[in-house]
T-cell receptor, first 113, second 110 residues
Framework: DAGITQSPRHKVTETGTPVTLRCHQTENHRYMYWYRQDPGHGLRLIHYSYGVKDTDKGEVSDGYSVSRSKTEDFLLTLESATSSQTSVYFC????????????FGPGTRLLVL | GQNIDQPTEMTATEGAIVQINCTYQTSGFNGLFWYQQHAGEAPTFLSYNVLDGLEEKGRFSSFLSRSKGYSYLLLKELQMKDSASYLCAVIGTGGFKTIFGAGTRLFVKA
């Protein structure tokens, strides 16, 4: 699990409210990723980061923003949550130098009412 | 476009062998992963193939043919705990973005 934690683990919110999910890692990994997982779609990349303050969009980035001000923390923000953003969100880190494998955090279940 | 195809569900019997296939069409290729995901849990890494051929790791083996855009995961001596989803994922060019298939749900019955 490479020392990855996510918070909160579960959240229920209302449409239109802002939501921030946190991913924290303890092993100084450079690359971090946010995915969402929905039935029938598998894991889809939202945003990723390749260093402090260096981020880029994935395939489903609309409605999401990210920030990485410290190596260990990667934040995902839903500026104004919608019901279509109800999902399970996974953070992942890429292995250390030369390793391609991604390791996943435990996930956050988000329900937007 | 980029696409990864896997069967949606498979059922097999405890003690048997099962093969889960994955075909892919991606922009470039830098490796293929298999992950296991139990219900309600995070995906966990099983295998990584970058060259053609078979990689064996205990009861699990993974095969890759880059020319055919094809991989399979072979599970031997199935156990009840192998009931899970198995995700095929491909790293495209650039190395930053990994494309995941929708996963194959495997049910192991007694």
């Amino acid at each position: 699990d490479a020392g990855i934690t996510q918070s909160p683990r579960h959240k229920v919110t209302e449409t239109g409210t802002p939501v921030t999910l946190r991913c924290h890692q303890t092993e100084n990994h450079r690359y971090m990723y946010w995915y969402r997982q929905d039935p029938g779609h598998g894991l889809r990349l939202i945003h990723y980061s390749y260093g402090v303050k260096d981020t880029d969009k994935g395939e489903v980035s609309d409605g999401y923003s990210v920030s990485r001000s410290k190596t260990e923390d990667f934040l995902l923000t839903l500026e104004s949550a919608t019901s279509s953003q109800t999902s399970v969100y996974f953070c992942a880190i890429r292995g250390l130098a030369g390793e391609e494998t991604q390791y996943f955090g435990p996930g956050t279940r988000l329900l937007v009412l | 476009g980029q696409n990864i195809d896997q069967p949606t569900e498979m059922t097999a019997t405890e003690g048997a062998i099962v093969q889960i296939n994955c075909t892919y069409q991606t922009s470039g290729f830098n490796g293929l992963f298999w992950y296991q995901q139990h219900a309600g849990e995070a995906p966990t890494f099983l295998s990584y193939n970058v060259l053609d051929g078979l990689e064996e790791k205990g009861r699990f083996s993974s095969f890759l043919s880059r020319s055919k855009g094809y991989s399979y995961l072979l599970l031997k001596e199935l156990q009840m705990k192998d009931s899970a989803s198995y995700l095929c994922a491909v790293i495209g060019t650039g190395g930053f973005k990994t494309i995941f298939g929708a996963g194959t749900r495997l049910f192991v019955k007694a």
